[in-house]
């Protein structure tokens, strides 16, 4: 398995109409904010996944200008925050701005590899010019990106374990917690591999675990946590800690040693 490039020819994608009427609308006071400079406004992210519900997912917005000075910054800001948000706990989904000029966003494929590869495969174009059809992400760039997640991610959780004295309930937190943004990690490492990125959490985990020769029930293991009605034993819970610890390990060896292929 040799890490490939990704380019972006083939990511453009249609979106549903209610969420483009919906996010062009919501977008406007940016869009008028960001005048003459503005270069593209994209939807990408879980909105444009089969499985994307608006009680739940967020509609993530990327506009591209062509600069950011000050003064365009403070427009940007006070057209900001005028924009309407859903109460914290409503239902609906919120939508997320993310502005960038377009030399950043162009120019920052080797650093942030993960986040433009998703970009590259998956998104829709509301305005302006597909300013990012012609992107490439290094596959090597995205190995080490990955397995800078992951040796993060262990090294984060064994502090915080330590810290808390240990324990199961520390044990079930931190499984619990370990869940936020593990779906997309495990996106990007599906992709490094050559594989289809569709699905949900515990899909994604077990479709990893054979990928990269881990036990996809342990590397499933925070979704598995998150999703429980009431508490398991403490056996359980300090096993499936130990054993999702175990998988990132295996999981960092497996990803680490593509660098020499």
């Known amino acids: 398995m040799t890490p490939t490039n990704f380019d972006a020819r083939s990511g453009l994608l249609a979106v549903d109409d209610s969420i483009a009427q919906t996010a062009r609308s919501w977008s406007q006071p940016l869009l008028t904010a960001a005048g003459g400079d503005v270069r593209a406004l994209y939807v990408y992210g879980s909105a444009l996944r089969k499985d994307f519900d608006p009680a739940r997912s967020d509609v993530n917005l990327l506009l591209v200008v062509k600069a950011l000075g000050q003064e365009r910054l403070d427009a940007l800001a006070a057209a900001s925050a005028r924009l309407p948000h859903p109460a914290v706990g409503a239902v609906g989904a919120r939508h997320r701005p993310l ?41 090597a760039d995205l190995r080490r990106h990955c397995e800078y997640e992951l040796r993060t991610k262990i ?12 324990g199961p309930s520390t044990a079930q937190e931190l499984t619990i917690r370990a869940a936020s943004g593990a779906a997309t990690l495990y996106r990007q490492l599906l992709a ?55 998988a990132l390990e295996s999981l960092i060896r497996a990803v680490d040693a593509l660098a020499a292929r």
Do not use: C, K, N, W
């Not at 090294?155 to 240990?166: F, H, N, S, T």
């Not at 899909?203 to 598995?224: H, I, K, N, Q």
């Open 99 to 139: 502005i960038l000029t377009e030399e950043q966003l162009l120019d920052s494929a080797d650093v942030f590899p993960m986040d433009l590869l998703d970009l590259a495969r998956r998104r829709a174009l509301l305005s302006g010019e597909d300013v990012l059809a012609g992107i490439t992400i290094d596959g």
């Open 155 to 166: 090294v984060g959780l064994r502090q915080a374990y330590l810290q808390a004295g240990g």
């Open 192 to 246: 490094l591999a050559g594989q289809s990125d569709e699905g949900r959490p515990e899909a994604l985990a077990e479709a990893v675990g054979a990928a990269y020769g881990v036990p996809g029930a342990a590397l499933a293991g925070p979704f598995t946590a998150r999703g429980e009605s009431s508490t398991p034993e403490d056996t359980v819970l300090t096993g499936r800690f130990a054993a999702f610890l175990a």
